[in-house]
């Protein structure tokens, strides 16, 4: 995963790691008492199931037990103040952040970002994004074969449906596309992001349920990749990490390339004889993962550092009747459902109440790939294919899950491994991206100068673009700050910021002129909306550039002014 980014990028590593841990200290300093209340309801139109001839592997006793082949449940939990005064929301809701296809080269926090700017928007008024008391988390689950493009996968050629077994057009997987709602990738991640906010506010306005009882959490350091167990009277085991041709395939939200079909149990000699160069697979590892045909052996591949963990962390959170399980995959619709049922029928049976809701975090502590069932792994599509540790992992998890329920039952700690080392001189070795040299204006221009100015007026409704000369984001991260403003006069030489760059309807986009060059462009784009406020604005445009032998330096430009009119 971090090929297309030129291996390991240790600004974007502490960029993360700063990010968290100022988020738990506001919220650690922003502790009272409350109450926390809970709701639950089905949302419709937001998903669809990007695998479904997997998903009809699942023995069809099992798939009669419900009525989608996608989890529509979404579970809400509603926080106030003693009062009653909202302070936060939690929804969890299983679908894929690929409204934003993969030709998309903007950062973008996708359907459930928008939602969580949508529900942030309604409850903190006059606020810009981020900057509310009001926090809402719009949070993953089960969504491993759950896709937000709901028109499903067509040829982009004829705009015919997709070969279904192998989603290929004409053999081939690179046209096979599944697109969503809207009339494009923006306008489908609107569409999507709307649906789940939408439901989310209503669940949290009818929440009546109130989370009372024991405040409890179990986790455990887990070697995945070598778990023993008993499954129907017979020993199985997992497999060290490998990943399959299908995982080479993508899905019909991003298509791989290089002719990879997602539903492949054979392998070919040409690309097994080019992925054996980094690792050949023991008959131990091409038995243990079969029917998958291993195309990278993971497991084996250690240089740097390991491709993919070995050890996991997995978490068990009590909140009275809420039981959260934490876990670090992308579990598919069915591989989700076995687990929560799971863990139902066990604190239950324990005395635990009987309206226990149990719901998966997905994508938790870690991330090891995806978790197929055992039948929907005979079919090796892509989630299949990027089953990590082979056929009998969804087992291990809930065998391991089941522990850290009986643990908390029983009250005593969980047995784990060790916590696995992080090389961080590897990390630092091999953090490829160079750095900024030098960043400068072409003759008779400046750092900050605008390039391509905007026009004079504008109708609400059309988008206004202008262009600056710019310093490399990477200077500066704007870390609580911000890459541009836009402003409105409100006086004779007064002016208000109304938009920032976390504003859904504007964008930031930086590019050089060459690998070599020392010259770049920020190009800021504003989508105004039919309902923009008529008025003269400008655009200005921040950050810090890099003088030749010093440290950067802020700067910041603006446009022209223009009019918006009605």
Request: hydrophobic letters at 35%; proline letters at 6%.
């Amino acid at each position: 995963f971090d090929i297309t980014s030129i291996g390991s990028v240790n600004q974007t590593i502490q960029a993360y790691a700063n990010g968290i841990v100022r988020a738990m200290k506001i919220a650690h300093g922003n502790v009272q008492p409350g109450q926390v209340f809970m709701s639950s309801g089905n949302l419709l139109n937001a998903s669809r199931n990007r695998s479904p001839t997997a998903y009809l592997f699942n023995p069809p006793e099992e798939r009669a037990q419900y009525e989608h082949d996608t989890d529509k449940l979404m579970t809400v939990l509603k926080l106030v103040d003693i009062s009653g005064k909202g302070l936060g929301m939690i929804s969890w809701f299983a679908v894929h952040c690929t409204s934003m296809n993969n030709t998309n080269r903007l950062i973008s926090s996708d359907n459930k970002g928008y939602a969580s700017l949508l529900f942030e928007e309604d409850l903190n008024p006059n606020s810009f994004p981020g900057q509310g008391e009001f926090v809402a988390a719009f949070a993953q689950s089960n969504e491993g074969d759950v896709s937000p493009n709901t028109k499903g996968a067509h040829c982009i050629d004829t705009g015919l449906p997709c070969e279904a077994n192998h989603s290929t057009c004409g053999g081939k997987n690179e046209k096979c596309i599944a697109s969503g709602p809207g009339k494009d990738m923006v306008d489908s991640t609107r569409i999507i992001a709307t649906l789940q906010y939408s439901k989310a506010k209503e669940l949290y306005d009818a929440a009546k349920i109130e989370v009372t009882g024991p405040i409890d959490w179990r986790h455990s350091y887990l070697k995945i990749s070598n778990q023993t167990f008993e499954v129907n009277g017979k020993m199985v085991r997992t497999c060290k990490p490998a990943m399959g041709y299908a995982f080479a395939a993508g899905t019909t939200d991003g298509p791989g390339a290089f002719s990879f079909t997602q539903g492949t149990v054979d392998g070919n000699p040409f690309w097994n004889a080019i992925s054996h160069l980094l690792a050949d697979p023991t008959p131990e590892q091409v038995a243990c993962h079969h029917p998958k045909p291993i195309l990278l052996d993971t497991g084996e591949m250690n240089v740097p550092f390991p491709w993919q963990p070995h050890v996991v962390d997995i978490q068990l959170i009590r909140l009275g009747q809420l039981l959260i399980a934490a876990v670090p995959s992308e579990f598919t619709t069915m591989s989700g459902r076995r687990l929560r049922s799971a863990l139902k029928k066990l604190v239950v049976a324990h005395g635990w109440p009987a309206d226990t809701t149990v719901v998966i975090a997905g994508l938790a502590g870690a991330y090891s790939d995806y978790v197929a069932t055992y039948e929907e792994y005979q079919d090796q599509r892509y989630e299949a294919g990027s089953t990590t540790y082979g056929p009998h992992t969804l087992n291990a998890y809930i065998t391991n899950f089941e522990r850290l329920a009986i643990d908390m039952i029983e009250g005593k700690a969980s047995a784990t491994e060790a916590r696995p080392s992080i090389n961080h001189d590897a990390l630092e070795k091999y953090n490829y991206p160079l750095p900024v040299i030098w960043d400068s204006a072409p003759l008779g221009s400046c750092v900050g100068c605008v390039s391509e100015d905007v026009k004079p007026t504008y109708k609400a409704g059309e988008v206004v673009q202008v262009q600056f000369h710019a310093g490399n984001p990477r200077n500066n991260l704007m870390t609580d700050q911000t890459f541009l403003t836009v402003e409105m006069e409100i006086a004779s030489g007064h002016w208000k910021i109304v938009l920032y760059d976390t504003d859904w309807n504007t964008e930031f986009h930086w590019d050089k002129d060459s690998i070599i060059s020392s010259h770049s462009i920020a190009t800021i784009i504003w989508r105004t909306l039919p309902t923009t406020a008529p008025g003269t604005y400008r655009i200005l445009h921040h950050g810090y550039y890099h003088p030749l032998l010093e440290s950067p330096k802020p700067y910041s430009g603006s446009s022209a002014t223009f009019t918006i009119t009605a």
